[in-house]
Each structure stands twice: as C-alpha cells, then as structure tokens.
C-alpha cells in the first residue's frame, strides 16, 4: 500500500523538550516537533556532522520513499531514489545570533513554506503545490510508467513546528518490476539503501508493520547487514490498529522478539481513508492518543508510543550520536575551514578603488611574475620540481649534455673520405706535381667540416627559447591572483613570447657569425695545432711502426702503405677507436671528368702520406674550432637570450600593459572566479556555524 512521511505537529508534546537554542517565546509557547509518518518500510541514515545547510539542525537520514510532509496520490508512488528532506525550524536561533532569511521574501511569523534545490529561490508556501511539483519532478526523472532513476530529489520545508533535521527517505524495496522499472529493480533499490546506511556514523530507523510476521521485515533484514549488534537502528511500528483482535505487538515492544538496543516504537498512522477525505495531522494525532491511552496493554506505555515520542526519540538518539564523535568532527570541520580559507585567499577580493589602485595592483602582479620569472632561471623557484628539470637548470642540460655532447658526435672525417682527399690535393696542385702539401687543399676541406657546426648551434638557441617560453608559462601558476584575471594572464604571457621571439633572431646572427668568423681565416698558428712539420713527423713514425710490425708478422709480405693503413682502422674500430672509415667512390673520377681506370687506379705511396698528413692537419684544426664553438655558443645564448630577457622582462611588461585606459579591462575577474569565491564564502561561512553549534554541544 502507498505511505507516506508526514511532517507536522498541531500543539504542544511535553514528551518532546525544545532544543537547547530556542528562546524564551518559543519555549513558553510549544515546543518544536516532527512527526514521522511511515508505511510497510523504512530504511534510514543519519549523516551525524554533514551540516551543509546555514540553519541550525541535527541531521538525520531517515528513510522509506519518496513523499513528504503530502497525502500520497491514489497511483502508486515511483520514487527516483533517495529523497533529501530539511526540516528547519524557524523559531530557534544561532549561538551568534538571530536565524537570517531572505528579507525580501520573509515571511509572516509562524508561517511554513518549502524549497526544492531544482527550484533554487522558489518558495512554496501551499502544500499542495509541492505535492504536484513532487509529482511533476518524478514525472521528468521517471517518465509516467512506474520507472525509476537514482538521482534525488531535494525539498527543503522551514517551519516553527518541526524539530531542526536532515533526512534522506530512501525508496520501498519493489519484489517485482511493473510498468518501465527494470528487472533488477529489488537489486537496485537495496543497492541504493545499502550505501546510505553502511555510514558507520548513520542512524537507521527500520519501519515494519506490527500485522505482519517481524521476521519477514526487510527492512531489520537490511540494517542487521550493516548494523548486526543493532547499535544505530531502531525500530518503528505501524499499523497497530490493524492487528486482529486479542493480539497485540508487546513482545516486539519489549525487545523479546528481535532485540534491539535502540528499541521499537510504535505509532498508529492514518489509513487510506483518512488520506482521501484529507484527515488534517492534528486530527490524526488526536486520534493516535487516544487509541494508545485506550488500548488495555498499550495504556501502561502510552508515554513511549505514537509519533511525536518518536520525533523527540529520533532528536535524543541523533544529539548522543553527534556527542559520541564530537571530537573527530571538531577536527574534520577546522580542517575543512583552513581548506577553504586557503582556497578563498587565492581568489583575492573583489577589486574595488580608483585608477590608481589598480595601477598599484597591475604592478604587484607584474613584479611578483618577474621575480618568480628570475627565480627560475636562477635556481630560487620556490615550487622545486623533483620529477624534471627545470628553468636554468634544463638550460645547462641542453648546454652540457645535449649541445656538447652533440658537437663532440661531429667527427673530422664524417661524409670525408680518402678519395676525397686525394682528389682535392690533385686539383690544388694543377698541372704540375706539388713539392709539398698544397694548403689551399686543407683550407678546403677543413672549412667544408666546420661548417657542420652551425645546424646543432642553431638548434641549441631553438631548445633554449623553448624552455624559456615553458618557464614564462609555469610562472603563471606561481601567481595564484594570475587566475583571476584572464585577460591580463593572456597578455603577459604574449608580451613575454614576443620579447622572447625578439631576441631569437639577434642570437641565431650571432651563432651564424661566430661560424662565419672561424671560417673567414684559419689559424694554423694555434698553439694548439699540430702544424706542418709535427704532422709530417708523426706520420712517418706511424708508418715505420706500420712497416716493422708488418715485417715481424710476416717477412715475405708484399703490402703497401695503403693496406697497411687500411688494416690498421680496421684494428683500430675493432678496439672502439674512433676514426675515419675508409670509402672508396669508383665513380667519383668520372663525376669529377678523369677516366675511371684512371681514379680507381691505386694510390701511391706519395699520395697515401699527403692524405694522412691532411687528415692529421684536418684532425687537430677541426678539434680546436670544435672546442671554440662549444664554448662560445653557450656564452652568446645566455648574453643574447636569457640575461636579455631577465634584465628586460618587467620593463617590458610595465610598457606594454601599464596603462591608464586599459586597466579596467586587464583586471576584470572571469565570471567562474567571482561564482567560485562566493561559494567559498558562502561554505567557509556554514562551516563556521557548524563549528559553533558543534562547540556548544
């Protein structure tokens, strides 16, 4: 059968005392009651400590379906989940003050209305319109074929009758699907109850009928899964007028049926009749009391029985509920207070003044970013990084284990082979047989090698201005008030790229030039190179020590220079020495204009000493440049790059963006952040009542 949760109480129960925070008035007049009115079942968790609400309340979870404080439709009810039902009493008052509503909208003392939180701000003043809005809201979630859905709907009623509570009324367990209800509807709904009463801090009120056998209850059957000791349940009662005549429900009463430690407590509600003719809850509670006080064996305990004893009961329990694990609510509400606070401070507040006070502000954000810029670059980020590198210390990684290491790749004779050595002394010396070793040819082919070394150096001023734009960008999220302002996040952000894309190109120039300058003249007077006569005499001792192991191994051997120095790379690669691989290009001479017999002919013993003289000449200069570039690269990045831009960042920030006519426009709040803070504002101050009423507990 349908049933329903009835919220309201016609007079005074001195069974139920006022809370400790009504006033004088309240208290001398009636005290504040809820009157909970149930069918077959009821499953319900008390969140004890979940004060969302401004209002002074205990909050409870009490459970069966999904109407409230309304005479149930004649159509059975199709609750879409759990109900969420706030029951506020408007006569009590806050530690800190007066209770506050809307002034606008206040209504008349000691008069009731209801909101729900799809309807935000809407008052329902009759009750019947929140039982049609309930009906059409269940309508939109369900459709009109009995289906179900699990999203809740949330009614709020404010009234100087009822006791200050938060209940969730969870849905009746359907055995078997009608209408559109899936067919696994029974799996769903207990599912749904089980997670709301399985909160350890919950109070579960178990309804059943007293006409039926207790021990098919399944609502006892549900809260014994969570609660087997009974501790947080108690059990309810209903339909007492309905038991055949000479029984009664005493044993279950007094516990000798299922014992629970909370008890039971029996109330008689209106039958389907009353509902049709629309039987008023005053009438209904008269009528309640004196059945009690006229029952043979329910007059002894007629104090314990009906439903405003069971209103006060459920106040009593919730209150030593919220006693019981004040400290651990004392402690969650402050850290949740510090939590928001936090948030809250990040957000700013509402700017408000004249110019020059958003001068003044522009300026603080621009000075905090610079400086936070700098800090990076320098190693003094307070956000340090355990995972990656970052700021300048990724900048001497690309100098030192990328750039570096990507130069020291570059050997002398990559894409160089014999045959293209020999081939350029033989045009360097024309017509005639040299004498010596023709430097035009060096020159040559030094210069081809080192001009290998701009790609890499251009490449390093690319990674460099990479990282430098990353840094600029997690600078952002070191400004927390950065977030507030979007327009002026954005703006920075684009003058620092532009001031950094700026100085790419001067600094790429330099690298060009420092290339170019290495090959505009070769310096054969380097202390460091070997020169022309230590290269001829490291070459003869090579090939003497060549000849001698080669006799050793074999007196008889035949092989030329050019085998023995073919065999001894090979040796030497063998062993991991670097060195020039030998290539032999058989269509270079006729590429180059010679006869083919002509090129592949093998090299004599004259032209195999010029080639390992040049490659040695090749070696050493090409080292030294090498070494130049590696240092001088870095050097011109930092001097062109990254101290231009650290010495430069904040005066071009002030130039590009402090500017009278455009502060307005710079420090306007993005609509999320100015949503966000009201909220957090708003919860910091709920949070902080709760932490009153808490302490006054």
Known sequence: P??????????????VPPPRHADAHSRSQQAPRCVLDHGDLARAAAAAGSHRQPERREELCAGEHRRARLPAPRRQDRHPAAAGIQLVNTSVSTGGGD???????????????GEFLHQKGKRFFDFEEIKAEINRETDRLTGTNKGV?????????????VLSL??????????????????N???????MSLRYIRNPNSIIVAVSPANADLANSESLKLAKEVDPQGTRTLGVLTKLDLMDRGTDAMDVIKGKVIPLRLGFVPVVNRSQADINQKKRITEAHKSEEAFFESHPRYRQIKHRCGTPYLAGRLNGLLLGHIKKVLPQLKVRIGNMIAENQEKLDSYGLPLTGSVTNYGSILLQLISQFC??????????????????LYGGARISYVFHQVFAKGLLQIQPFDRLSDTDIR???????????????????????VKRQIARLEDPSIQCVEMVHDELTKVATQCEHLVPQLKRFPKLRDQMLDCVHDLLQAQVAPTKKMIRDLVAMELSYVNTNHPDFVGGSRAVHQINRKLQRLKAEEKKRNPNSTADLADLLARDKKKDQ?????????????????????????????????????????????GSYFAIVRQNITNTVPKSIMFFLVNYTKDRIQSSLVRALYKDENFKMLLSESSSISEKRRQRTELLAVLRRSLDIVNEV
């Open 2 to 15: 349908s049933s329903q949760t009835e919220l309201k109480a016609p007079a005074a129960c001195p069974s």
């Open 574 to 618: 063998k062993q991991g020495i670097t060195g020039h691989v030998r290539e032999v290009a058989a269509g270079m001479a006729t590429q180059l204009g010679f006869g083919s017999a002509q090129q592949a002919a093998k090299p004599t013993e004259r032209e195999v000493v010029e080639t390992e003289i040049i490659k040695s000449l090749i």
């Open 423 to 445: 081939t350029a002394i033989r045009n360097a010396t024309g017509p005639r047989p040299s004498l010596f070793v023709p430097d035009v040819a060096f020159e040559m082919l």
């Open 99 to 113: 209770q506050k509503y809307d002034a606008k909208s206040q209504p008349a003392s000691g008069q009731e209305w």
């Open 185 to 191: 509807i029974e799996q769903q709904i207990r599912d």
């Open 149 to 161: 859905s699990d999203k809740a709907i949330h009614l709020k009623i404010f009234s100087p009758h």
């Open 371 to 388: 400086t936070n810029y700098c800090n990076a670059l320098g190693g003094r980020s307070p956000d340090v990084s355990l995972s990656e």
């Open 166 to 183: 938060s209940l969730v009324d969870l849905p009746g367990i359907t055995k078997n699907p009608v209408g559109d209800q899936p067919a």
